[in-house]
T-cell receptor
Framework: GNSVTQMEGPVTLSEEAFLTINCTYTATGYPSLFWYVQYPGEGLQLLLKATKADDKGSNKGFEATYRKETTSFHLEKGSVQVSDSAVYFCALSAPGGSNYKLTFGKGTLLTVNP | NAGVTQTPKFQVLKTGQSMTLQCAQDMNHNSMYWYRQDPGMGLRLIYYSASEGTTDKGEVPNGYNVSRLNKREFSLRLESAAPSQTSVYFC??????????????FGDGTRLSIL
């Protein structure tokens, strides 16, 4: 079946540090890949996505590249801010029955200190 | 600009009680989903509805029922609540993606405690 494995947290960084959150996946066929972010007390919001190999998704200074050869979709940001503190979820979308369903990783808690 | 609206936001139940969680979306999406979020487990799909009039089981359907009332609304019912159902429940919606690349839009969640 489909699965997503992301690095366990929590991750604690100082403001302006470089961020990497690793994500690897297992799926049949050619899934679409997503990163979602969840701020405290809120639902998940789409951060970025990539739909085919070598695509790079980007948003708000975050980037991730769809690497089919390593089945990875690592999230990076060059300089994090306190406001980036949240839980980050890697997810894939692959066909299942009559609809495409999302499979999520377990989430990585990021805390950025001033 | 409501998006996905869930009610209630918080609820405390006693074991054996029943309740229905409500979800409505105003984006004219075809597909809707119910997830539960537990510490260290990520999000797990309970039920989904690919389109109005259809519902299917997800990863953890036991103890739950759903109703797709119309295109906008998708409710989740706990018939006899158990402490193991203490969780945060999220509703989501999306276009019915032919290529699977349509993102899901989430509500803010219902925090449910079963005593």
């Amino acid at each position: 079946g489909n699965s997503v494995t992301q690095m366990e947290g929590p991750v604690t960084l100082s403001e302006e540090a470089f961020l990497t959150i690793n994500c690897t996946y297992t799926a049949t066929g050619y899934p679409s890949l997503f990163w979602y972010v969840q701020y405290p007390g809120e639902g998940l919001q789409l951060l970025l996505k990539a739909t085919k190999a070598d695509d790079k998704g980007s948003n708000k200074g975050f980037e991730a590249t769809y690497r089919k050869e390593t089945t990875s979709f690592h999230l990076e940001k060059g300089s994090v801010q306190v406001s980036d503190s949240a839980v980050y979820f890697c997810a894939l979308s692959a066909p299942g029955g009559s609809n495409y369903k999302l499979t999520f990783g377990k989430g990585t808690l990021l805390t950025v200190n001033p | 600009n409501a998006g996905v609206t869930q009610t209630p936001k918080f609820q405390v139940l006693k074991t054996g009680q029943s309740m229905t969680l409500q979800c409505a979306q105003d984006m004219n999406h075809n597909s809707m989903y119910w997830y539960r979020q537990d510490p260290g487990m990520g999000l797990r799909l309970i039920y989904y509805s690919a389109s109005e009039g259809t519902t299917d089981k997800g990863e953890v359907p036991n103890g739950y029922n759903v109703s797709r009332l119309n295109k906008r609304e998708f409710s989740l019912r706990l018939e006899s609540a158990a402490p193991s159902q203490t969780s945060v429940y999220f509703c989501a919606s999306s276009e019915r993606g032919g290529a699977g690349n349509q993102p899901q839009h989430f509500g803010d969640g219902t925090r449910l405690s079963i005593l």
